[in-house]
């Protein structure tokens, strides 16, 4: 039998689509780069949604900082928007997150890749 798809999970997956339509054509923010919504994660009782983003060519901890203070600062905006596409009595409070998965996953590539370079050098020498 096939696993239940959740009522939080199918609106978590309309939220992030429709802001990531938002956010590429509303926002006129200069401050703002490149952003990609990875994820949304709704409460159980839809009052809040987590919404993971990360930033195209933003390394550093304080710029990711800034632009997430300018996408909190932009949440009424964004969340207004939302409430003329989805039908739903109440709309979630966005909380904007940092997801800094792309930035562990290339840190854990760089390991593997020492590791893997420092065996093969360890058996040439044998």
Do not use: C
């Not at 952003?35 to 949604?49: C, G, I, N, P, Q």
């Not at 409430?83 to 739903?88: E, F, V």
């Not at 854990?108 to 020498?125: M, P, T, V």
């Amino acid at each position: 039998m096939a696993k239940e798809y959740s009522r939080t999970q199918r609106v978590a997956d309309q939220i992030q689509k429709e802001l990531a339509q938002l956010i590429q054509l509303e926002m006129k923010d200069p401050r703002l780069g490149m952003v990609t919504v990875s994820a949304v994660e709704v409460s159980r009782d839809l009052a809040f949604a987590d919404v993971f983003v990360s930033f195209l060519g933003v390394d550093d901890q304080e710029n990711v900082d800034e632009n997430l203070e300018v996408m909190q600062s932009a949440a009424g905006f964004l969340r207004s928007q939302l409430a003329r596409s989805i039908k739903l009595r109440t709309i979630p409070q966005l909380r904007f997150r940092y997801d800094n998965s792309l930035r562990r996953g290339a840190y854990l590539s760089e390991l593997i890749a020492k590791a893997r370079s420092g065996d093969s050098d360890h058996q040439e020498s044998d």
